[in-house]
């Protein structure tokens, strides 16, 4: 009896192809500049952080007034307190306290009390001259220290009648406009009350002539407050 060969078995899916070599994670070693360059970047992130919290947070001893700052005067530390403030970039704008205060600095413009004082108010001379001026009648409260005002000239009416036989009443004229109260010398309540009210006043060297004219002759000088500029 004849027996035929067995069949070769077919050949498996994988036979003949080479086998897939696994993957192995290496533990990272402290010069891969991988892990040096994620080290850096965190540590900068950090230090960034940092900064930002603290430079939010740090506070500079600057000058406020203690008081009105009028122009024409002349700073002294009695005119100023310190405070501590934050102001981020902008502390360089302001009188520092943590250092001497210069000297022969004088005022330019108005400071409120109370108010930072910057250094774009400040500088070597103002072109103003402090006059005092006299008034008869009652003052606006609003008229103090640091008011912004317009000087008026009313002139006394004539003592002998025109042809009409009434007297004839000379226009008022402005004196000055602008000008600062720089002080306002008054016993209590002549402020809104009759009184006599002696202002003292910023004036202007080229006005100087028209105001000392005015004092000097027969009238009545009105201080008008500026509307929006009363400070």
Known sequence: MTYAPAAPAPPSLGQGLPEPVVARLRRPRWRDPRLLTGIVIVALSVALGSWVVSAASRTVPVFVADGALT???????????????????GTGSYLPADVPLPEDLVVLRVVDDGELVPLTALGADADVRSVAVPVGSGLSDRIRAGAVVDLWFVPDAPV??????????????????SVVVEQVDAEEGAIVVDGTVTLHVLVATDSLPTVLTALSDTGTVAVVPVAGKVR
């Not at 122009?71 to 970039?89: F, N």
Request: a neutral charge; hydrophobic letters at 40%; charged letters at 20%.
């Open 71 to 89: 122009p024409g005067a002349h700073l002294t530390a009695d005119a100023l307190r310190a405070v501590d403030v934050r102001l981020g970039a």
């Open 160 to 177: 002998a009648p025109g042809a009409s036989g009434k007297r004839d009443q000379p226009e008022p004229s402005t004196l000055a406009q």
